[in-house]
């Protein structure tokens, strides 16, 4: 098998022996803007998905790059929590001119504890998910870059088995900016108030998961760093590539609560 183009936002196509035809498209509103969900770039995408023409791998490196930018720490090495943000861990590293180091392993017989239903599965989910590899960062100040914290439950008590096997500071970066508001548009993201963005801990949250300091990407590092190029593109070849895309947008609306359509109750 090989790539061979996009499905466009609306579009109906017929896949034959012969060819891929285009029996539709239904178009949206003149002047709107396309609403790609950016969390699909975040956390949802495999990396070597291609969206708008880029692949999500180098989306999150650029994520990283960004994160490097706007939040730099001292320290000595960087890792990750495995393994969707690996691609912004390097891509941290890399700007920082830090190593990239692992300090957990994950037992690849464990599912996601995102979307674990109750808070007490997730928490055994995450004691089953990682090991340790001390060695690799004993007396050191570890930053790890995660994707996203949704409810704050996973990485508590990552940090607390980091710290009980050696490390001497732990900071988080996050790759995503924080998420505040409830998905309609069909991702289950949990309720306003489960959200640890929206709850008190927030304010005080490098204490209460136990990091020495946390620090999430901005809302414009995370659009800039997923539009970068497609703007490239676009100005490279505006003609062909407005009729692929149309106007350039995504949908920020778990971030900022800014919905690209009208909601109906």
């Given amino acids: 098998s090989r ?11 017929k896949i034959s022996r012969h060819d891929v035809q285009t029996l539709d498209v239904v178009r949206r509103p003149e002047g709107d803007p396309s609403a790609f969900c950016i969390f699909e770039y975040v956390y949802f995408a495999r990396p070597d998905s291609i969206f708008e023409g880029q692949m999500v791998y180098s989306v999150r490196r650029r994520c990283g790059q960004q994160l490097a930018i706007e939040a730099p720490v001292e320290a ?45 599965l997730r928490q055994l989910g995450v004691a089953k998910k990682f090991g340790v590899l001390s060695d690799n960062f004993k007396g050191k100040r570890v930053v790890i870059i995660d994707d996203s914290i949704v409810r704050g439950n996973t990485i508590s008590p990552i940090i607390k088995l980091l710290r009980e096997s ?3 500071e732990v900071h988080i970066r996050v790759a995503s900016p924080p998420i ?50 497609i703007k490239i593109r676009q100005d490279n070849n505006p003609k062909t590539y ?4 149309g106007k350039l947008g995504h949908c920020i609306a778990c971030l900022t609560g800014d919905y690209p359509v009208e909601l109906e109750w």
Avoid: W
């Fill in 76 to 120: 000595d090495l960087v890792s990750t929590v495995p393994e969707s943000a690996t691609p912004a861990a390097l891509g941290y590293a890399e700007k920082c001119g830090l190593p990239y180091v692992e300090v957990l392993c994950k037992n690849r017989y464990v599912g996601r504890t995102f979307i674990q239903p109750n808070m007490r």
């Fill in 166 to 168: 050696g490390a001497k």
């Fill in 180 to 229: 505040r508001f409830p998905c309609y548009m069909g991702i289950n993201i949990p309720t306003k108030e489960e959200l640890i963005a929206n709850r008190p801990e927030f304010h005080d949250l490098a204490n209460y998961i136990g990091a020495d300091s946390v620090v999430y990407l901005s809302v414009e590092g995370l659009v800039s760093s997923v539009q970068e190029s």
């Fill in 3 to 13: 790539y061979y183009r996009e499905v466009l936002p609306g579009e109906i196509v």
């Fill in 242 to 245: 407005k009729s692929f895309i």
